[in-house]
């Protein structure tokens, strides 16, 4: 009785989800470890990593529940290992005071190709975060091909007061360019230390005021400006976009790697372009394969955070200044990308190690 009793256990677990989020506590890492004795007696230890001790009570409570609920068991006993990683927002202070001392959290998003739409999903994630309450600001940190101006329709000069640049603001999401500032192929010959600076301006020049997130929209790859934000910024993590094609999957490797020797915790793979729905018929054509976000998630024991399919409503986002997230708030772009977003603030919340999953 006890390896079947353990089993249905084990299931009924993964009914338990962690407040707030989709996911269940199983597929989180949270459940550490299940026995169960010949008398049905059963012993659930959770280990947690979150700086939110409330939600990990609440998590104990219906642990017991859902257990207690199943027929065979006797008693039931649940420990709770409460862990408490060091909190991104001090952290922040100590290495770097002076850059954005009134940001939480800032999480990149990056890609080891361009076109793979880490613009799209940048001002995509900003936005549902903005939607959820949050104070958002977003950094187009793309010195090369800045996205924000033409996202957004705009084509004004930031204000300035005194010293201070002051940031754009959409759907309620503080906005910053390069592009706003600069003709574009002014900065196409720039160089390490000039990109260096551009980049420390826009982070330490810029008015952000007091936020809660503040997403950056990285170049793609693993130069200049990739080192400069994670050396200057404590990032509390980073989002990688791919599309499915190997060659794109070989170079989401790559910056998953380079982020991991800087020890930045890697939130997770968005697989985008994944698939194609006909609008005329219904059905789905892989255009680019499918599924190997996910093998390389798995892999490189990282978190799959969920596809995006390829859908001109999601361009027509991009060209029209209204992000797919506001033009159709219920419909299933902005279901993922508000799926996106949980796992943004979970991991922000949790400032895990990159090789636990996102809490
Ligand atoms: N899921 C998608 N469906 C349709 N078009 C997309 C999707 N994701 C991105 N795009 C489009 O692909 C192009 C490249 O996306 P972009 O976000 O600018 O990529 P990156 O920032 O990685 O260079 C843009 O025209 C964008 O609107
Ligand atoms: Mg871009």
């Known amino acids: ?158 204000q300035v007061d005194g010293e201070r ?38 982070l330490g020049d810029v008015e952000w005021g007091a936020l809660d997130y503040m997403i950056v929209d990285l170049p793609p790859g693993t130069g200049d400006a990739q080192l400069t934000i994670s050396q200057r910024v404590p990032l509390s993590g980073a989002v990688v976009v791919t599309t499915p094609q190997d060659i794109a999957l070989i170079d989401a490797r790559k910056g998953l790697a380079m982020f991991r020797k800087v020890n930045v915790p890697i939130v997770g793979i968005i697989e985008n372009m994944s698939g194609f729905v006909c609008s005329h018929c219904g059905e789905t054509t892989d255009i680019f394969k499918r599924g190997g976000g996910e093998t390389t998630a798995e892999l490189l024991e990282s978190t799959f955070l969920g596809r995006v399919p390829l859908d001109p409503a999601i361009m027509e986002g991009g060209d029209s200044g209204v992000p797919v997230v506001v033009a159709q708030p219920e419909g299933p772009h902005a279901e993922s990308f508000r799926r996106i977003a949980e796992a943004v603030i979970a991991a922000a919340a949790a400032n895990v190690p990159p090789r636990l999953s996102i809490f």
């Open 165 to 202: 640049i002051l940031p754009f603001e959409r759907y309620g999401v503080k906005l910053m360019s390069l592009g706003f500032i600069v003709d574009t192929d002014t900065a196409m010959i720039w160089r390490g230390p000039m990109v260096m600076k551009a980049i420390e301006q826009l």
């Open 1 to 158: 009785m006890p390896e079947s009793l353990e089993r249905a256990v084990w299931n009924k677990l993964k009914e338990v989800r962690f407040p707030g989020m989709s996911r269940d506590i199983v597929s989180f890492g949270f459940v550490d470890r299940v026995a169960v004795d010949e008398s049905g007696k059963v012993r659930v230890e959770l280990e947690i990593a979150t700086h939110r001790a409330e939600l990990a009570e609440d998590v104990r409570r219906a642990v017991g529940e859902a257990v207690n609920g199943l027929e065979e068991v006797g008693e039931v006993e649940v420990e709770l290992r409460l862990q408490r990683p060091p909190a991104p927002a001090q952290e922040a202070v100590s290495r770097d005071a002076g850059l954005i001392p009134e940001v939480a959290n800032v999480v990149a998003v990056a890609s080891g190709k361009g076109g793979v739409g880490k613009s799209t999903v940048a001002v995509n994630l900003a936005v549902s975060l903005a939607q959820a309450g949050h104070r958002v600001g977003l950094l187009d940190a793309d010195i090369y091909g800045p996205s924000l101006p033409m996202m957004f329709g705009i084509r004004d000069r930031p």
